[in-house]
């Protein structure tokens, strides 16, 4: 029975059989499956976004979605950058993947340099405010020189587990602050200690200043001829020292720390040429209206010995780059305008600044050659840089926009007009002629370059800006006290070319020059660059050729096809 059901089931007729419809021909298929092609095509036509035309291509447009921050990285208004030890590699971008971000070189390490002052000793308003300006000339010498000036205070050597046993020893008042200036230099460690009347005035190259940014100190050392002015030492000499000190029986009747320790206890090197030491015996003896100045009013001869240190290390910087100051001018017939700041930047550095006494020297260089404004340094406007030690560059870098824009005199630049009508590297290559010779292209040039700005052996004779970026003005990337730490030099509140005859012969004075140039009738175009507060943002920069790179990854050839776009 159960088969029979089964085989009645099977055999029952469907519902297209119980109903059959007509079948419809192939050519209505072929009818209605065109239909429905064409209405998906309209569908998707309608719903895709429009495709761009050549007009629509931006190559200087930022991209979309910023690739996320490295380690490493800085981020402040309009900057950005990441410090890496591949800093030399040719493109910041095949690092970073991020054309706004630039690599620098790792930031180098600034030894200590340490100072006492007690700010709570009760004194005159006048003294103090004359005093803060002493330090203030002390820190920016020795910054300007690679190091980092820290003063101490009392706080200090009250920390120092050594200072109870100061404390129930009796002894002069000149050996107590001796001794507390060494309590607070053994709690913070191995460094340096200076009087703030002890200034650097020498090169940057110089042996004894290169030895001291090393950082490392294995004896305690002291220097012919600074007295209690300088010392060098590890920590643990620092406190064999003050134990010996404290413990001596003659600490009643002392001065110095120096008089209470054993002859080998200190390594004493010689004189140093590099260290000027303005102590009462060297104003004394070199600098009579100081010291009369001293004698009647010490506010006063304070504020005149901190006009006098500053003039000092002025003429420093003058004698140390006696061949002159070297403008970079590359391709001068169209972009001498970019220059007008680095051109009003070297007249003030050639400038006398006032001095109590203009005729005198440091006390470390009493053969010094006086600054004179009958006979400035040199100005020189090369179109290409030099390897000379005695010569201070300053490089105004264009951004590739800016420069394509002035040598082809229009603020509307396309991509073949890059490829077809523009030369290949032509502000590295002249920057880089007389250094490396003309057969180098120009991807060969952009590390030796980089290094020559951003290393440390060859930084401290150039001084490199953006050109699109003001500087030394009100609201400038880099101010005029920002300069001053740099270069160590003051500047005059209002930076004007000088009134003497332009040092460079047979021709008017730079900025007259300048002034009469005829104007480029063309704007400017949009400015597409990062921004530093820091010369260092040439070394990312320098890398972004006009021939190599527009904005994104394009890169153009150094021949054209017949039929490119």
Not at 162 to 187: C, H, N, P, S
Not at 376 to 389: D, F, I, K, V, Y
Not at 461 to 474: K, N, Q
Not at 489 to 501: C, D, H, K, N, V
């Amino acid at each position: 029975m159960a088969r029979y059901r089964s085989l009645s089931r099977a055999n029952k007729p469907g519902h297209y059989s119980a109903y059959p419809r007509e079948r419809p021909s192939r050519r209505k298929i072929w009818k209605y499956t065109a239909a429905a092609g064409c209405l998906i095509i309209i569908l998707l036509f309608f719903s895709s976004p429009p495709v761009p035309t050549a007009n629509d291509i931006n190559p200087f447009r930022p991209t979309s979605h910023p690739p996320p921050s490295l380690r490493n990285s800085t981020h402040t208004e309009g900057a950005r950058w990441r410090n890496h030890w591949s800093w030399l590699n040719p493109f910041s971008d095949s690092i970073t993947d991020d054309q706004s971000q630039s690599v620098l070189p790792p930031p180098r390490n600034r030894p200590p340099i340490y100072t006492f002052y007690d700010a709570e000793a009760e004194k005159d308003e006048k003294v103090k405010a004359a005093e803060n300006k002493l330090l203030l000339v002390w820190r920016r010498a020795w910054w300007a020189q690679g190091f980092k000036p820290i003063i101490l205070g009392k706080a200090e050597a009250m920390r120092n587990p050594l200072y109870e046993r100061f404390q129930v020893r009796r002894m002069e008042q000149t050996l107590g602050t001796d001794i507390m200036r060494w309590l607070a230099w053994g709690q913070m460690g191995t460094g340096i200690l200076s009087n703030w009347l002890v200034l650097p005035m020498g090169s940057y190259d110089d042996r004894l200043l290169s030895f001291l940014r090393r950082g490392e100190y294995p004896k305690l050392t002291c220097y012919e001829g600074l007295e209690a002015g300088l010392f060098s030492s590890d920590k643990a000499s620092i406190e064999a020292a003050l134990t010996e000190a404290l413990d001596s029986p003659h600490l009643p009747k002392s001065k110095s720390i120096r008089d209470l320790v054993s002859h080998k206890t200190f390594t004493v090197d010689p004189k140093p040429s590099a260290i000027a030491f303005y102590d009462s015996s060297s104003i004394a003896d070199h600098y009579k209206s100081i010291s009369t100045a001293l004698t009647d009013s010490k506010a006063t001869g304070f504020f005149l010995l901190a006009d006098l240190i500053t003039s000092h290390l002025h003429l420093t910087f003058l004698n140390t780059f006696s061949s002159g100051i070297a403008i970079l001018t590359p391709h001068r017939s169209h972009s001498f305008l970019l220059q007008y700041p680095a051109i009003t930047l070297a007249n003030a550095l050639i400038s006398c600044p006032p001095s109590p006494d203009p005729t005198s020297c440091p006390p470390n260089n009493p053969s010094c050659d006086p600054c004179s404004s009958s006979k400035p340094l040199s100005l020189a406007t090369p179109t290409s840089c030099t390897n000379t030690s005695t010569l201070f560059t300053i490089g105004t870098l264009p951004h590739p926009y800016t420069l394509a824009s002035l040598l082809a005199k229009t603020a509307s630049l396309s991509i073949p007009h890059i490829r077809r009508d523009t030369a290949r590297d032509p502000w590295l290559i002249s920057t880089t002629a007389k250094t490396l010779g003309p057969s180098l292209g120009g991807p060969d040039r952009l590390v030796p370059f980089k290094e020559s700005v951003g290393s440390e052996s060859l930084s401290f004779r150039s001084l490199w800006v953006i050109a699109e970026e003001e500087y030394m003005g009100e609201g400038a990337a880099m101010s005029k006290k920002e300069l001053e730490w740099f270069l160590d030099s003051q500047y005059p509140p209002t930076i004007a070319p000088p009134a003497s005859p332009s040092p460079i012969p047979n021709s008017k004075p730079l900025l007259s020059r300048l002034h009469s140039r005829p104007r480029l009738s063309t704007t400017l175009p949009p400015r597409t660059i990062i921004t530093t507060k820091t010369p260092q943002s040439v070394l990312s920069l320098s890398s972004a050729s006009p021939d190599h790179r527009i904005g994104g990854k394009w890169k153009g050839k150094r021949k054209t096809r017949k039929g490119d776009d």
